[in-house]
């Protein structure tokens, strides 16, 4: 029972004792008041009755007699007069029966007024002449006794309604702080710490609010010092200092990521000797001014165009990795690139066109990271070999499909669930159980079994990820695969699913329908999260109020903060690939660390993947994540 019940209970008993009190009081004083108020008339009708009858009875006439004792039983107020004559023992009685109007039967039942009666001899001198006996009518009593009752019940009836609606309104008035000081600490049980409690009047409450600001106040610190921490870790690992650009560290982590993920794009290698000449002229002061200067450039320009990462990986080399570009992208990537530096090399007194070379190459199909260095490497070679500005080498494997083929066999697919499905476990991390599985799928095109890594670029490339995602989700639901297994199942969302504005409302329809949502765990990759914040917190409210749970993908793999975590509070997040390809390098796992102390400050599970094998799994041993996940496990086929 809340605080404001338990208080508002006890003095709605307080209250109700005491009007009970005063009822019980009211009614004793009234009924005594009645009381002696009937014994004092009896007495005077009686005295009076007894005077006006002794000249009467003394001389024998009846009928006077009759007629004053009929003029007072008339009234009402007596139930019984009896007028006995001594002389000759002659009785007569005047009779009213107990009828009381306009009170309840059950207080007459209750009997408060007992029998009233008084008896007195009508005397003559020394003679005794008539013995006159009134009992008193109760009527009169319990009409008085009910209409005062009534009264005084109803007045203190409706001061009791008003006291209790005034009782409410003050005690949340009182309470309200108390209630603010509840849902603070829920939010720092939640590690929300974004808003401060206003001070309220009341002397301890203003106690208790100051220690809750001052240790939401602590928490978010150490938040902060914790983001602040991977940050400058990152920034110290995976940062060239001059430019603030990624390093080479940094770029053949996400070369290896992207290989491994769906995907089309390319890798440019680029050459700027003409830096040395700035160098010798301008010393390494104007050299790494220029750098700066050029690299600001390059990430203000270049993004818009295709999406990937810029680093600089040597004094004079450059890398552009393009993880989403078509071949027209990246010519316009390439001329853009050539016209920034240009720019620059006039700017500081050089040649255009002179002392730089750009070596293109494209993603093919079963690319390893080696064969994409080598590649782009051999191309700016070549480039530097001719004095040209660049050079391609254009392997384009031939397509199965063009784009439009592409679209239709994808629509026809998706649309006749033509899914075949595979299963990945995820593994605690201090015991061989199996915490969750994460589902893959393929499609059936043209007879043939199309993997994900073969369509998924197309899937992006033609907008049909919400289209997929809605698809695959009734499969699944249809198919019952959420019932084949014990652990939860992680499905990831497409980022066309959360920029669609359609879909967030067919998945709450979704949600409500499933009869598994506590089966359910919808991952968002981290990249999503950082573009499309709002879209995302939106989509994982609806997740949330349906049962099931949210997950974020590829944790760390951005350069920026990590306060997206604290602002959406997912269930669990999944380390990138990145981290176990530093480990395998022989890299120092502080970064690994850190990230995960971030999540554990914010009750956050961590899954490692990427894992290969049981040595990589003991590198990470010592860190306190929840599970693992990567091919020390390969998916499993899902029979339907």
Known sequence: MTLFRQINSLLFGLFLLVM?????????????????????????TMTSLGLMLQPHIETGDMVSAETL???????GFYRKVTLTWLADDKQQTWENPVVIEGVPEWLVNLEVFGVQKKESIITSGWMQLATLEVEAHPALGYQQ???????????????????????????????????????????LGQRNFEHDLVLPQTTELKDVV??????????????????????????????DHVS????????????????????????ILAKFDWLEDIHSKYGYQGRDQIIRVVSQRMMTELPPI????????????????????EHHQIESYLQTLIRIINQEISKAGCNANSKFALGVSQRIDNMQPSDLLSQSDNALQQALKAGKVSHWIDEQQPQKYNREQWRAKLVNAINNNHFLFQWQQVSAMRSEEVIQRELYCRLRIDEKTVSAAEFMPFIELLSLGAQLDRCLLETIEQQKILEQSKQAIAINLTQDSVHDPDFAPWLTQFLQQSQHTDHILFEMSESALVSSFEQCKNLAEIIRLAGAKIGVDQCGRQMGSLDYLQKLQPDYIKLDQSFAFYEKLNQSNEMCRALINVANGLNIAVIITGIENKEQLKQFASLRADGYQGYISAPEDISV
Do not use: C
Request: hydrophobic share 50%; net charge neutral.
């Open 306 to 325: 295709a999406e990937g990462v810029i680093a600089r990986i040597t004094n004079t080399e450059f890398a552009f990795l393009l993880t989403k570009a």
């Open 244 to 267: 603030q650009l990624p390093n080479r560290q940094y770029l053949s982590a996400q070369i290896n990521n992207w290989l491994n993920e769906p995907g089309f794009g390319g890798l």
């Open 69 to 75: 004792i009929n003029v007072i039983f008339e009234g």
């Open 145 to 187: 006794l009910w209409r005062i009752m009534n009264d005084t019940v109803m007045i203190l009836s409706l001061l009791f309604i008003l006291s209790i609606f005034m009782l409410r309104f003050r005690l949340n008035r009182i309470l309200k702080p108390l209630h603010d000081i509840a849902l603070q600490a829920k939010q």
């Open 210 to 239: 100051i220690a809750i600001n001052s240790m939401s106040g602590q928490l978010k610190q150490v938040f902060l010092t914790l983001d602040k921490e991977v940050s400058e870790l990152k920034e110290d690992k995976l940062v």
């Open 20 to 44: 009970v009190s005063l009822v019980y009081f009211q009614f004793t004083q009234t009924r005594d008041f009645m009381n002696q108020q009937m014994q004092s008339d009896l007495n005077n």
